[in-house]
């Protein structure tokens, strides 16, 4: 497969609105508060009114992707929880009883599931599974790999299998834009991006360290609850993988193929393909910010499109936050993973933009200003 | 005024129901997700839990409370922004204006402002006054003075008029319930408290100095956005307001009639008022949190009815929390007032009360429980 689509995915996100932002800003000094009082959801205002290109956007419609894949690492004894949950949450999801279903209606989000590489099915299998009951989650199919092969023995996946996963992300992309319309002037989407997968935070330890320069005694931690014996396991496992691969950090692709998973490559393409449709990106955990990560290392400028949701209490997650300098809007120890943290910061997004539409300001309100 | 009423108030309300949060954890164990995944909302949820006396309470109605008034105090110099404000804002928040207005309608609460002491009219005024616009709140005026006196000088009210106010916040409890017909088995209602006042966080300082035990170099913060000359005054004026008091933090009525304000005092009221009638009181900001620990003081089972829906920048705030055992929802900075971190952190409680109902059980959705 040709990287030459990778290219043009990336090459079609363009710059936020600088003078939009400015303009927010300006807008909310006038609003009836005592000034910058809004604390944090100031900043987000501005960097809402960025992407949308506009001082007070209009809320578009709430999405949510979670991207699902396997893990060969998972046989490496890394995960608390048996490989089968992978699959058996996929169906959950479809049924509409996991966490994020939860989250999604109550945030009133249209939900897509992407299965790029689990064991529920051969690889290379394409299909669309309906939800198995109302308030459950479609499936697209489009599994790249039947699960990976343990990237403590070899690479987890071929380059060719990267470039169809991010690819697959992108189709989850435009499947969501198709189904809610959200096309221009129809207000600002929010895409919340989530991952499932039993091992995955291991996945996520060995390419946090890689991308940030880590050593995995730091970006390893407890994932859905390993014990202190299953903790060291996990960091020796991740640090043999950088030993045995050395990912460059300056080949995105070549470092999923090392030591990634398809659902990262989904979400790489997920990010950028929304932030070329000039949506807001929602991150969840630490998953989803070192897919953000290689998200903005094939173009920059997705950052300014991205908002940081939740701090997971994921070692790895803080510092790759910190390196997409992204404030997170929820700090509630939230370690599900399944979107559920991007999920739950959507109604401060959505207050946040009414804020700006529907707030007096001093003037029109006969309000004094400051002394 | 007798004090007979208040004792009534404080006896009505009765301990929460553990049994019930035992069985919330319990079946918050079973769902599928890995176990304490949802991080600070699996307390939530058992504390909602123990108020509504069943393991996953249904969400009842959303409702606030805003209860303003003015401090002589003001006339210090203690204030970045002119008295006049706190009556300009009552009718921006009739007008439907006021980041409370949009917070509200964002979590579709019910919002009643409360005119307890403000310089709108005359003391001893009582009326209902209808919105400006829709969208806006009504105002229920119960204004047990026009203002209250400097405490810098004198005592800032008298006893009765703190407790009239305190009876002003029950009644606006008792609308409120009138209004959404929050009776038994209708669902947990959530009561969202803040307030309104030029000065009042002067008021905060001297309040949270004596019922923390804390210096006013500690407590005092700048408010709406005090200069350093400003801070220095404000932190010379509670000084010298407590050594001229003394208050006894035994007796929080003269407490509040020292160094209080009517806002606050109906604040206490109404968070009686909600705990004994089984709702959920979430709290706002460093003066709302004072008056919880007010509440506390008349009545030790209030505290298990409390939320906190945000932490504030004032440094009164923290201590306050800590004191009554609180971990804020949000962290963002908000110093607005008026409720608005307390509706702002309306989702997540909506959001916790959904993951009870409707997330499957491990069993159930048939996936795989730990290794």
Redesign the interface.
Known sequence: MSEAPLTTLAAAVRPVDAAAAAACRAHWDR???????????EALAARLAAVAGAPTPAPGPALALVAAADHGVAAEGV????Q??TV??I??LR?G???A???A??AGARLLVLDAGSLAGPAGEVAELPPLAP?GAPVMVRRVCAGTASFARRAAMRRDQVLAAVAAGAEAVAWLAEEVQAGAGAGLPQLALGELGIGNTTVTAALAAVLLGLEPGVTVGP???LDRAGLARKREVVARALGLHRPDPGDPVGTLAAVGGPEFAALVGATLAAAARGWVVVLDGSAVAVAALLACRLAPAVGDYLVAGTLS?EPAHAPALAALGLKP?????????EG?GAL?AL??I??TL??GR???TFE????????
Chains 1, 2 share one sequence.
């Open positions: 609003l009836t508060k005592p000034t910058g009082s809004l604390g944090h959801l995960s608390a929880y048996p089968a949950v058996e949450m169906r959950n049924a009883g996991a966490g279903n939860v989250l209606r109550q308030g994932g859905t609850g209490p809007l929820l700090d509630l120890g939230l370690g599900l993973g559920s739950a109604p401060l959505r207050q009414a804020v529907e707030m007096a029109a309100a006969g309000v004094s200003d400051r002394c």
